[in-house]
């Protein structure tokens, strides 16, 4: 079936660096794109999202792109700060109409001091 | 309120005992989620209500799971007979009608233990 998949399960950056977290999607008919932020204990909280007819976006210091060719979806976060450690999901949306998400695992960022 | 309200926040209960999990949406926020998160895992989607719809329940994993959605405000998740298995943080969310530039928000959970 169709499915959201993320590249890298844990990821480690110095304090400072630049990370960028991958995901890769399946489902070409997915039209619009979202990156959420899970800290222990707590629910995901939205940090960007982008829509099928753009191929990058940014934020504070974030950075969305999209590339359709291949089905991919990265997340880059400019110089990492200890707060940014959580783990941080993608998550599509599949057309249709609806607005339900599916989900990737995840993927664990660590930043060392 | 400002955000959205889940209760209990942690809920232990015996094997086989029902459990009900509350879910008090964004204020005007028509469209109402629940998803499971079992540790170290993702987000498993369960059902959707979006306003007087019927709501998507497509990802319920077994009739011992049903939930109901009194017009736009609160929702309930109940677990009937619970097993072990059922032990996951329980997220619900909500959203407006629209996606806006925020998607989801997400409230903190319940986390279900059943021993």
């Known amino acids: 079936g169709e499915s959201v998949g993320l590249h890298l399960p844990t990821l480690s950056v110095q304090e400072g660096d630049n990370s960028i977290i991958n995901c890769a999607y399946s489902n070409s008919a997915s039209d619009y794109f979202i990156w959420y932020k899970q800290e222990s204990g707590k629910g995901p909280q939205f940090i960007i999202d982008i829509r099928s007819n753009m191929d990058k976006r940014q934020g504070q210091r974030v950075t969305v792109l999209l590339n359709k060719t291949v089905k991919h979806l990265s997340l880059q976060i400019a110089a990492t700060q200890p707060g940014d450690s959580a783990v941080y999901f993608c998550a599509e949306n599949m057309g249709g109409g609806g607005n339900k998400l599916t989900f990737g695992t995840g993927t664990q960022l660590k930043v060392e001091l | 309120g400002a955000g959205v309200s889940q209760s209990p926040s942690n809920k232990v209960t015996e094997k086989g005992k029902d459990v009900e999990l509350r879910c008090d949406p964004i204020s005007g926020h028509t469209a109402l989620y629940w998803y499971r998160q079992r540790l170290g895992q993702g987000l498993e989607f369960l059902i959707y209500f979006q306003g007087n719809s019927a709501p998507d329940k497509s990802g319920l994993p077994s009739d011992r799971f049903s939930a109901e959605r009194t017009g736009e405000s609160v929702s309930t998740l109940t677990i009937q007979r619970t097993q072990q298995e059922d032990s996951a943080v329980y997220l619900c969310?909500?959203?407006?009608?629209?996606?806006?530039?925020?998607?989801?928000?997400f409230g903190s959970g319940t986390r279900l233990t059943v021993v």
């Open positions: 969310a909500s959203s407006p009608q629209g996606w806006g530039d925020y998607g989801y928000t």
